[in-house]
């Protein structure tokens, strides 16, 4: 879209400049004649081209902004989806790191029942050991 706006706006330009130039060789004369211009709070002297010429730029330049701030709202949008695609995976990557700490609790707890057990053979081992020695001793 914003593409098809600048094609447009590059022929609109191409076509303004042609007709004035088309309308400057054939009028020439009047083109080049100064006259007075009344704009109702006061009046001036100028050559015709020039009065044309600048409603034309300013035209132009009122077309060019629009067409601007629109491609400049185009390219917002596409930031911020952008910035809103990026944002998924951080939720994800939040989501990941509570599923590894889950793990990590996991593996805590089993690594402490798997000390509880080796304490209750080591104790048993000691009691057996004691229960042997008394009875070498008896």
Same mark, same amino acid.
């Given at each position: 879209m914003?593409k098809f ?9 191409v ?13 020439w004369?009047v083109y ?14 100028a ?7 600048s409603?034309?730029l300013?035209l132009?330049f009122?077309?060019? =902004? %629009?067409?601007y701030? !629109?491609?400049?709202r185009?390219?917002? *949008?596409?930031?911020k989806? &952008?910035?809103?695609k990026?944002?998924?995976?951080s939720?994800?990557a939040s989501?990941n790191?509570?599923?590894?700490e889950?793990n990590?609790n996991?593996?805590?707890?089993q ?5 509880e057990? =080796? %304490?209750?053979?080591? !104790?048993s081992?000691q009691n057996?050991? *004691?229960d042997i020695s008394? &009875?070498h001793?008896?």
């Amino acid at each position: 879209m914003i593409k098809f706006l600048k094609v447009i706006q590059a022929s609109l330009v191409v076509i303004y400049i042609l007709g004035n130039i088309y309308l400057m060789i054939l009028n020439w004369g009047v083109y080049t004649e100064s006259m007075e211009l009344n704009y109702g709070f006061g009046s001036f002297s100028a050559p015709l081209f020039l009065v044309v010429e600048s409603v034309g730029l300013i035209l132009i330049f009122l077309l060019w =902004l %629009t067409i601007y701030s !629109k491609d400049l709202r185009y390219e917002i *949008s596409k930031l911020k989806r &952008e910035r809103n695609k990026n944002k998924v995976p951080s939720e994800n990557a939040s989501d990941n790191s509570e599923g590894l700490e889950m793990n990590i609790n996991q593996q805590i707890s089993q690594l402490q029942k798997q000390m509880e057990d =080796l %304490t209750r053979l080591l !104790k048993s081992s000691q009691n057996r050991k *004691s229960d042997i020695s008394k &009875e070498h001793s008896l």
